[in-house]
Structures are given as C-alpha cells and as structure tokens.
Nanobody, 123 residues
Framework: QVRLVESGGGSVQPGGSLRLSCVAS????????MGWFRQAPGKEREGVAS???????SYADSLRGRFTISKDNVKNTLYLQMNSLKPEDTAMYYC?????????????????WGQGTQVTVSS
C-alpha cells in the first residue's frame, strides 16, 4: 500500500505562487510513477503533471510553463511548483501514485491517491 499526504495549499492572489508537497510512504518514491491532479467544483478530475521513475515528466498542455513537477527521492516527496496562478487554477489538488509501468497525466491509471489540498486563487 502507498500512503500519500499532501500539503502546501492555501489562498493566493492572481499572479502569485504556491508549492505543493506530497509525502509518500509504503513505497520509495523512486519506484513510483507519481502525479498531480486537480478537480474544481462541478468538473471532472484532470491531470496536471506526472513524473516517472527516471525523472521523465509530462504536463497538461494548458499548464506547461507555469507549473513544474519534481521529486526528491531521498525525502520520498513529490512537489508541484505553481507560478503565475490564475483564478481558474482554483481546485482541490491531489497527489497520486502508481506502481505499474505506465506514467502520464491520465487519472484512470493511478491506484493510490491522497486526500487533497485546496488551492484558491482570488483577489
């Protein structure tokens, strides 16, 4: 079993930045595909970014350039640096992990999920 605990969400003004963290336990992060997803009220969960065991990253096309995913294998922690935040980035952000071979931003392939951390972008 993989346990994931997110932190770092909060309220920020448009144009601001936040860094989300996700600590993994039960598996070492270097053996996992990990990703960030988000879900706004009334909308489907969508992929934000993923990072594979070898460090290969994938991003949702609309977020590439503003968001950066990274992983610290020593700390077993996944990060999401979010810059130039917009009101439409407001959502619950989830960390997810997968032990299987596939690794991209499709939510359906992930078997392990955190509880989420809320990000609100508003003036």
């Amino acid at each position: 079993q993989v346990r994931l605990v997110e932190s770092g969400g909060g309220s920020v003004q448009p144009g601001g930045s936040l860094r989300l963290s996700c600590v993994a336990s039960g598996y070492t992060a270097m053996s996992l595909c990990m990703g960030w997803f988000r879900q706004a009220p009334g909308k489907e969960r969508e992929g934000v970014a993923s990072i594979d065991r070898d460090g290969t990253t994938s991003y949702a096309d609309s977020l590439r350039g503003r968001f950066t995913i990274s992983k610290d294998n020593v700390k077993n922690t996944l990060y999401l640096q979010m810059n130039s935040l917009k009101p439409e980035d407001t959502a619950m952000y989830y960390c997810a992990a997968e032990v299987g071979p596939l690794c991209d931003v499709r939510p359906g392939q992930y078997n392990y999920w955190g509880q989420g951390t809320q990000v609100t972008v508003s003036s």
